[in-house]
């Protein structure tokens, strides 16, 4: 297909969509959707695509090998569909039973027949008009039973019927007025509806929460800084646990056998460590959380008395590692402080077995052997009187982008920004609720590139058996924001770059076997599916928030890394060309 046809063919699908935007009711009924029970959601069958990484392990892997790395040259878009706004499209497709579920940003939820790409229903929640969105974004939806469940940016926990699009329940998790948000895709067990809330630049004091699937009901609420009383408070200095941040503003993983549900957080606030002197529990940290209770079992901090905004969101994958005929129970974690995490899960902790650097670092000297706590460079910490710069930036080594594990090559796949760095320089105010509690001035230096650098973006692939990079894609021009998608066929499918490129990557070797220029920027994980016997990929394009946020500064201060990307978001499809 050329590059006109498909110029005409996305016009077309944005004519199409632009009747049903305003909408908020159902345009036609789902007749044979399939009920999603706790069985499926642990044992997805290879055509489905339940929840945002396919499975509760966190891989982002589909055993599905129709596509592979022989044939995948033959990919060809089957069809379009354009979702009528703006801004960071993050989410992936999620499938069940040829009935595919999409979030946007401006809290919409729209199902579309995943053959044809035709609409189905689509749902919009009505945003305060006083709502200001700092990540004007969603990452997903969770199915469970007959409905669907989505989170929203004025931190509403919403169920809808997953026939109709009609709202079941909608429960307010917290006040946005405080500075409470929420972008993660809810994580669905044993018919809790669990989720973590956003709003650390705000002051908030972050939490995870779980709810009653059928009626919204509240079950228990835990908070990642722990309060007057309870073991940690000692870390935080007077009152400064009340505002701390440490949100929890991405989906967990979950672990069946060990019934733990692990969690990251974000990193502490205000900004400059030294107005709260002490390790800062729990923020920067993953927690093992007991799914039924919400007492946190164990947990790890990457970073004590985080100082560069290093968020740790991300919940690290769960796999079982073969290692000198020795089968170990681990974790992994690719960090925003740019570091590659294992440990050994427990059901009572959380062991630390190695860390090495996936992209230059220039904060940590030194890791201790035995727990992994990191000593600092004390140039490259701040304060709210003074300024530091360090490697990598505060959007890290792996920001929010999804990283991936393949089972068939034992390979974790991570989408890399290097060379890429920040200055911070202290500018604190008095906290108000509502208002930025960052205590930095964030109207400069937020990312610079390191000299001598001659790339930022990178696709790495690391033998988790053996504890080394085996591969390296490098991006000449780009940052990399891009999810990732690891699949039976040896294929990595991944976007993230300013070229508006959707690329498919052989699983072993990097190499690039196919790309197909989109609408925009891919910044959101693909998923693979199957429908009557044909495998497609899919994906959306849709270019905004840190992505834009990035490419703002190279437009201004780095030419060889300037480019226009246009916004708005399209669904992509892909199958094998006939």
């Not at 700092?134 to 809808?160: C, E, F, Q, S």
């Not at 079941?168 to 067990?189: F, N, Q």
């Not at 949100?247 to 205000?270: I, K, R």
């Amino acid at each position: 297909m050329s590059r006109n046809a498909l110029r005409r063919l996305a016009a077309l699908a944005a004519l199409a969509c632009v009747g049903f935007f305003a909408s908020s009711a159902a345009a036609d009924s789902i007749e044979n959707y399939r009920t999603v029970s706790d069985q499926r959601l642990q044992s997805p069958e290879p055509e489905n695509w339940l929840m945002i990484r396919r499975t509760y392990n966190g891989w982002g892997y589909s055993p599905l090998s129709q596509i592979n790395r022989d044939n995948v040259k033959n990919l060809v878009p089957v069809w379009l569909f354009s979702t009528g706004v703006t801004e960071g499209h993050e989410s992936p497709p999620i499938v069940n039973n040829g009935v595919m579920f999409i979030s946007t940003p401006q809290a919409q939820v729209i199902a579309l027949d995943a053959k044809s790409g035709k609409e189905l229903w689509r749902y919009r929640k009505q945003l305060p008009e006083d709502l200001f969105q700092l990540h004007p974004t969603n990452r997903g939806v969770a199915l469970y039973g007959d409905r669907v469940y989505v989170t929203t940016t004025d931190a509403h926990l919403i169920a809808l019927e997953a026939k109709t699009g009609k709202v079941a329940w909608d429960r307010t998790v917290s006040d946005y007025k405080s500075g409470y948000y929420m972008t993660c895709a809810p994580l669905i067990v044993k018919g809790k509806v669990i989720v973590g809330t956003s709003g650390g630049e705000y002051g908030v004091r972050g939490f995870v929460a779980a709810f009653d699937a059928a009626n919204g009901e509240p079950l228990w609420k835990t908070f990642t800084i722990p309060g007057t009383g309870e073991p940690g408070n000692e870390t935080w200095p007077g009152d400064s646990w009340k505002h701390g941040g440490a949100p929890a503003w991405m989906t967990g993983n979950y672990d069946p056998q060990l019934n733990l549900v692990y969690w990251g957080t974000g990193n502490p606030g205000p900004w400059p460590p030294n107005v709260r002197k002490g390790d800062n529990l729990y923020a920067t940290s993953v927690l093992a959380i007991d799914p039924e209770t919400g007492k946190i079992k164990a947990y790890h901090q990457y970073q004590w008395n985080d100082a560069w905004d290093w968020d740790e969101v991300r919940a690290p994958l769960i796999i079982d590692i073969d290692k000198g005929g020795q089968v170990v129970k681990e974790l992994v974690h690719s960090g925003r402080d740019g570091y590659l995490w294992q440990f050994e899960r427990r059901s009572d902790k959380i062991s630390y077995l190695s860390a090495q650097p996936f992209v230059y670092q220039n904060v940590f000297t030194n890791l201790d052997p035995e727990t992994g706590r990191p000593q600092y460079d004390s140039r490259r910490i701040f304060s709210s009187t003074s300024s530091a710069s360090f490697c990598p930036s505060l959007w890290g080594g792996d920001d929010w982008a999804l990283e991936a594990y393949s089972p068939k090559t034992g390979y974790l796949y991570i989408p890399v920004n290097e060379n890429l760095c920040s200055k911070l320089e202290g500018k604190l105010g008095p906290y108000e609720a509502g208002q930025l509690f960052i205590g930095a001035d964030i109207s400069k230096n937020l990312a610079y590139v390191r000299e001598g650098a001659d790339h930022i973006g990178e696709l790495q692939a690391w033998d988790l058996k053996n504890n080394r990079k085996v591969w390296t894609h490098v991006f000449p021009k780009s940052q990399n924001f891009g999810g990732i998608l690891a699949t039976g066929g040896n294929v990595i499918f991944m976007g993230g770059t300013n070229d508006r490129m959707f690329r498919a990557f052989d699983a072993e070797t990097g190499d690039v076997l196919w790309e197909q220029p989109t609408n925009s920027g891919v910044v959101a994980p693909p998923a693979a599916y199957e429908v009557d016997g044909v495998e497609y990929i899919a994906v959306q394009s849709g270019w905004g928030v840190d992505p834009q946020r990035v490419q703002d500064i190279f437009n201004k201060d780095y030419p060889q890394y300037r480019g226009v990307v246009p916004q708005g978001g399209v669904v992509w499809a892909f199958a094998l060309r006939k």
